[in-house]
């Protein structure tokens, strides 16, 4: 044990040492620093994988264009916080427990006071011949899936040895592949562990309708491998033969516990380090935690909400907390190939005693079974096909459902009652699986913690954040309460609708209402109905109808008719109110591109009218200090010099900001900037329920932080990558990928959809990121409904935005053509030709700021100030 | 823009009797010194306020609602001290008329200037009077 890395163990500072940066070691960590014990603990981690701990569960997402940065479950900078030592790419390859050291394929070896194995499992390959010939895999890591892509490429056919969880979705990504795609199982059905007879052959029958070749009850017998090694065929069990270029092997999983057995740790008879309640193993300063356990109650668990939970039993052993893992609940809910399915409790009905309700409609791939008890409670059940209900029966489980279960399995329209809401559970029913919510904890997050929406409870409980899975029924939990507690849940807009701005966008469009007065009348509050509506509604309702003018027929121009009651100051005088009551102008820069003469015309506009400039972070130039009767003096020498509204006061596009790109940069692999000018003058103008901002990246490099905005584009060297959902702000948010490689005409159709789909759908003032986070689906929704067209919306949405583009005016150099529009611009209505004395300036670092002087009194004495007395 | 401040002279052209002679409507506050003639109705849009100045150099935020009733109020806004009530949105709630600041949004009852937000503030109402409508 030469060289041991032990610069800081003292007494005071013990060392945990971690093996295994997986799903459940990230997780471990997290529950470490919560507890605090990362501040009081040196930390050192070994992962033998080439990158941090990422999604495994959402593997196959890889093949839906998320990228291996998308799944990673490692936030930015949390080990640095945290002090965290991380070692990538070097496996721990012995323990010592005499001496307490764990050695790494590099030579590293580090003393540890705990020691926490976290080494998931491998998966297991049938032991037939010709297993390792090239183009045989397995389908476990990221760098797996790279390679299955790879070798797919010259692949025309595949078989998946295993039918299942993991076999169906390797199946599904080799169909996606363009391979024709076959299934063995050696079980008489697919799924054989989670679901029945029944079951299996409902998602049989929806597996083959997709196309796969399902053979079940047979085993494969060799792999046949032609020159060079590489495989040509697959004998089965049966004696047939199937021609194949790949093979992947899915066939079960073993715990990783090699380690364990080497340095003498007890392990189970069938595999697994075995653990106590509070997951330690016979060693009691060696915790193992997750896939690579074997729990008290005897079984490995290969799911990760189980493997969470041991994650932080073992943290509260280490921070001196109680806490145990006695088992857990094998309950699953899948999207398989399209495919719900789902199982709870005894899904197989072992338990003495129990009877089966079934129904089943194989002619639309539906199976459900309910497994009831003696006394008439729920004990588990299969779902497949239609899987709805899930989130209301695992909770029910153990209890006799307050409903016939008859009732509780007939699809809806079938007789079926109501469905049974949330509100029948008990309370300490686990609403959230992954992270072990219950009902009761989501009220008290109401009651208690004065949650008051369902992003706040998702924030308070995490209840929601897993898989997902349980947000519609958290949702109906959030309400019910909220309205329990005397919160009354209007969703309406404000006190004079009681739509919200996606219905009231629906009633503008359908009836073709262009006059907030009509639209007030018909559909307001009868309380509100003739009055003058409010600071809110008159606002959005402006927006919707600017933002569907074209196709409504009515005039776009923000200032004209009642429209003009409608806009905030900003859109009304088309410029943005600053704190002393003047006003700030942005010309429009797109892409962040400008000449040398425009760059003048703006300093010699900004010097003629002694305007404060600074730069934005949009990449154009803010001038401050305009009086409203400046207003459009300042506009018609920028309207002149060629410049138009950057429509910085509206809740509209803001700018697409750029890298150099292709052109300059020698990273650069597209023209970033032709196509943020594209996208800026394309969409200027679009009004929306929120200010929209966007950015095109030329490289991976990303130096336009496309990925923080509402929609960024980052080149790569076969088109464009497209993200959405992003944001900075209070509340930074990563933006999702939306879809990749898209060429032009790609990108822009998607952007168009995308655009018009939020428009459509978002509340007032929720940013694109709110907004994904918020509807139903979320990303998975707006990619079906925006790529894979699954509402028939896109021809619609293509349509809007056509005519937005076809009908975009500069809205300052009309006010300039108008008398009329222009005379609104003055300070007094009686005194046109007055400047408004509060409006001053004082000098700061050879600029102007505002005098505040002037506003701090209770009353503002003019007259001195002009030096005339009236 | 260095025009010196003569509210007098800026508002001559529009006294009353001007007004009644081309039969157009006039907007009237009560100031400091009786009624005083600011405007033609007709430069008023519903819903939307515009700034006026009373002969003492006072700053008063004109509106007239979606029926034609006119208000007026201080057009200085009390929690940030600047001149600006006059370009917040209006609107009715529970039948008071108020107006939203632009700049923190608190609202004003329009005929009152009570702060519907924060009752221990307010800023002062003004009478308002339209001559001539039926002329
Ligand atoms: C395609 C796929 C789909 C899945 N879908 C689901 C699902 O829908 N629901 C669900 O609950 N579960 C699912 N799972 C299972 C889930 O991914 C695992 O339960 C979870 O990853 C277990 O976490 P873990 O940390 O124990 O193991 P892992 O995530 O496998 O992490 C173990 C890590 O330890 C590393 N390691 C091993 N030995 C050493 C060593 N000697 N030194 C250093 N590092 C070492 C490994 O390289 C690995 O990175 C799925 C798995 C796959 C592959």
Known sequence: ?870 | MTTALTPDAAVGSRTPGADAQDATATVEIFGPQGWFAVCAREDLIPGRGVAALLPDGEQVALFVDRAGRAYAIANRDPFTGAYVLSRGLTGSSANRPFVASPLLKQRFDLATGECLDDPSVSVRAYQVRVRGEEG
């Not at chain 1, 079906?784 to 150099?813: F, P």
């Open chain 1, 1 to 870: 044990m030469a060289a041991a890395a032990t610069p800081n163990t003292t007494p005071a500072r013990p060392t945990i040492v971690l093996v295994g940066h997986g799903m459940v070691g990230q997780r471990f960590l997290e529950e470490l620093a919560d507890r605090g014990v990362t501040e009081r603990a040196r930390v050192v981690v070994l992962c033998e994988e080439p990158r941090p701990a990422y999604d495994r569960v959402q593997l196959t997402s890889y093949f839906a264009g998320r990228t291996p940065e998308d799944l990673s479950l490692t936030e930015a900078g949390f080990m640095e916080r945290h002090g965290i030592e991380l070692h990538l790419g070097d496996p721990a390859t012995a323990i010592d427990r005499d001496t307490r050291t764990v050695t790494a394929r590099s030579g590293l070896t580090v003393r540890y006071d705990s020691l926490v194995l976290a080494t998931g499992s491998y998966p297991f390959v049938p032991p037939v011949p010709g297993k390792d010939s090239t183009g045989c895999f397995v389908y476990r890591t990221i760098e797996d899936l790279l390679d299955i892509e790879e070798y797919a490429k010259n692949s025309g056919t595949g078989v998946v040895v295993g039918g299942g969880l993991l076999g169906l979705e390797a199946a599904g990504a080799l169909k996606g592949l363009g391979l024709t795609t076959h299934i063995v199982e050696f079980n008489p059905r697919l799924m054989a562990l989670q679901v029945d007879e029944g079951g299996g052959s409902a998602l049989r029958r929806t597996v083959e309708e997709m196309g796969l070749e399902v053979h079940t009850g047979v085993g494969g017998k060799e792999i046949v491998a032609g020159d060079g090694g590489t495989v040509t065929a697959m004998e089965l069990s049966d004696g047939s033969r199937i021609d194949t270029d790949l093979v992947i092997f899915s066939a079960g999983v073993r715990p990783r516990d090699q380690l364990a057995r080497d340095c003498g740790l007890t392990v189970g008879e069938r595999g697994g380090i075995t653990i106590d309640e509070q997951c330690r193993t016979s060693d009691p300063a060696v915790y193992a935690i997750g896939e690579c356990a074997l729990a008290s109650d005897g079984r490995v668990y290969g799911l990760v909400a189980p493997g969470y939970d041991m994650a932080r039993v073992a943290a509260d052993a280490l921070a001196g907390q109680d806490g145990s893992f006695t088992g857990a609940d094998l309950s699953t809910k899948l999207k398989l190939l399209g495919v719900d399915v789902a199982s709870f409790g005894d899904a197989h009905g072992t338990t003495e005693g129990c009877l089966d309700v079934v129904y089943s409609d194989s002619r639309s791939g539906v199976y459900k079974k309910l497994v009831i008890g003696a006394e008439g409670e729920l004990l588990g059940g299969v779902l497949v096909g239609d899987a709805e209900a899930y989130g209301m029966l695992r909770p029910l489980t153990g209890s006799v459902p307050p409903l016939a279960p008859e009732q509780l399995v007939l699809p809806a329209g079938a007789g079926a009652p109501a469905a049974l809401g949330p509100s029948a559970l008990p309370d300490d029913a686990v609403i959230c699986n992954c992270h072990n919510v219950t009902k009761g904890a989501i009220r008290s997050a109401v009651t208690e913690h004065s949650c008051g929406t369902v992003p706040e409870v998702k924030k308070c409980t995490k209840a929601g954040t897993g898989c997902g899975s349980c947000v519609k029924a958290l949702t109906s939990l959030v309400n019910d309460e909220l309205e329990a507690s005397g919160v009354s849940v209007d969703k309406g807009l404000c006190g004079c609708f009681p739509h919200t701005r996606a219905e009231l966008y629906e009633i503008v469009r359908t009836l073709r209402l262009t006059t907030f007065a009509e639209l007030l009348d018909s559909h307001g509050r009868p309380e509100a109905r003739d009055g003058d509506g409010c600071e809110v509604c008159k606002p959005t309702v402006g927006s919707i109808i600017a933002s569907l003018a074209p196709t409504l027929g009515a005039d776009g121009y923000v200032l004209d008719g009642e429209q003009a009651a409608l806009q905030d100051t900003n859109d009304h005088f088309l410029a943005n109110l600053q704190k002393n009551g003047s006003y700030s102008i942005v010309p429009r820069i797109p892409g962040g591109e400008i000449t040398p003469e425009k760059l003048i015309v703006i300093g010699e506009v900004a010097r003629d009218f002694g305007l404060y400039t600074k730069i934005t972070g949009g990449q154009r130039i803010d001038l401050f200090g305009a009086r409203v009767d400046q207003l459009p003096q300042v506009w018609a020498r920028l309207v002149d010099a060629g410049f138009e509204s950057g429509h910085a006061y509206g809740k509209a596009l803001r700018t697409v900001k750029s890298c150099v790109g292709q052109t300059w940069c020698r990273y650069g692999v597209q023209d970033s900037v032709r196509m943020a000018i594209d996208l800026e003058l394309r969409y200027r103008g679009l009004r929306s329920p929120h200010k929209l901002k966007s950015a095109v990246s030329g490289c991976a490099r990303e130096c336009a932080e496309a990925r923080g905005k509402d929609f960024g584009v980052i080149a790569t060297s076969n088109g464009w990558n497209l993200y959405v959902g992003g944001n900075g702000g209070a509340d930074p948010r990563h933006a999702d990928l939306l879809a990749q490689d898209l060429d032009d005409e790609e990108l822009i159709r998607l952007i168009d959809r995308f655009l018009m789909f939020y428009i459509r759908t978002a509340d007032r003032l929720e940013r694109t990121s709110a907004w994904l986070e918020r509807i139903d689906g979320g990303l998975d929704h707006v990619r079906d409904v925006v790529v894979h067209d699954s509402l028939g919306l896109c021809d619609e949405l293509e349509a809007l935005m056509a005519d937005h583009v076809h009908h975009y005016r500069d809205e300052w150099a009309e006010t300039l053509n108008d008398p009329e529009r222009l005379s609104r611009f003055v300070s007094f209505v009686n005194a046109p030709d007055a400047p408004d004395p509060s409006v001053r300036f004082v000098p700061e670092r050879d600029q102007v700021k505002p005098d505040l002087t002037l506003l701090a009194g209770p009353t503002l004495p003019v007259r001195t100030l002009e030096g005339t007395s009236v």
